[in-house]
């Protein structure tokens, strides 16, 4: 049935009446006219005051973090598990992400159990790229580990880092770093960085580092070990290319080291010690993970919240 001249008939919902509105009404043109109800809105479903907003939206250079573009009303993209606000997106990206699903392009694993490496790529489909900092007891060692995975995890297996890239992008450079220790330095163990040079399907190309720092009990400056860990983003890099750095930085934000890589054009860092930060592209807000997101069976996975953005 067609609604009156000058006027069509638009659902509010599946299983919902039928709701007249004017051709002329659309989204763009109510906010142009009268902004207030969208930023009551925001603040009543995501929690984000006008400064946050705009704060957000100064970070992403007045545009879309995906498509750049400034021409556009945006819309707040956040975690629909915990509500939590990554950033702002235009309408077509928004809807594009939505069919993406939880479909990364790159995850950064630190203290992986050794045994774990080889089954990576038939695991995720991704293609993985490892760095061995521990070596053990092999298979042997899973025998104890399995009495208490929370404590013992993978001491004994033997530990490594991973990069795993999704197939749709090309990986063009892989390269480590020792930065401390030893592969059998009881009870620490070495800390080791690895990077990697990616290329798009539109030919841009981003320089991705997994970190693993020792935290202030361990008796080695964390500050040595960053340094180690930027010369070899820099060595990768080549032409001033975007660098993401991922990891366990065994540091807040607010310690000396991570207000340095502010001061050097990173984004900001998380809440805890797990950071995603980005230099030479916008991105989104960090999002930490909530327990109950990372549950299988009952069990948590991992000690450390998982983190993720988005950037480009």
């Known amino acids: 049935m067609r609604g009156a001249p000058g006027r069509s008939r638009r659902p509010l919902r599946r299983g919902k009446n039928f709701r007249l509105t004017p051709l002329h009404d659309c989204c763009k043109c109510r906010y142009a006219e009268n902004p207030e109800p969208r930023a009551k809105r925001r603040a009543r479903i995501y929690g984000l005051s006008d400064d946050a907003y705009n704060a957000i939206l100064a970070r992403q250079n007045g545009g879309c ?51 774990s490496v080889r089954h990576l790529e038939r695991w995720s489909s991704m293609a993985a790229y490892s760095a061995r900092t521990r070596h053990r007891l092999g298979r042997l060692g899973r025998l104890p580990t399995d009495v208490h995975h929370g404590f013992l995890r993978s001491a ?56 693993h720092l020792s935290h202030a009990g361990q008796g080695r400056p964390a500050e040595d070990e960053l340094q180690s860990t930027l010369a070899l983003a820099e060595e990768l890099a080549g032409d001033e290319e975007p660098v993401v750095l991922a990891g366990d930085f065994n540091l807040t934000a607010d310690s000396a080291e991570m207000q340095k890589l ?21 991105s989104t807000a960090l999002v930490v993970w909530p327990p109950e997101r990372r549950l299988l069976n009952g069990r948590t996975l991992s000690d450390h919240p998982p983190v993720e953005l988005y950037a480009g």
Do not use: M, Y
């Open 65 to 115: 973090a995906f498509c750049k573009r400034s021409d556009v009303v945006l819309c707040v993209d956040h975690d629909h598990e915990t509500n939590q606000v990554r950033g702002l997106l235009c309408q077509k990206c928004n809807k594009g992400l939505g069919l993406f699903k939880d479909d990364p392009d790159v995850l950064c694993l630190q203290e992986l159990p050794l045994w």
């Open 156 to 211: 004994l297996t033997g530990q490594a880092n991973a990069i795993l890239v999704a197939r749709r992008l090309s990986v063009l450079d892989h390269r480590r770093r020792v930065l401390s220790g030893r592969l059998v330095d009881w009870p620490n163990e070495r800390r080791v960085s690895h990077g990697v040079r990616i290329r798009d399907a539109n030919g841009g190309e981003l320089v991705i580092v997994n970190l």
């Open 262 to 282: 502010v001061a050097a054009g990173f984004s900001p860092a998380g809440p805890g010690i797990d950071h995603v930060i980005v230099r030479g592209l916008p």
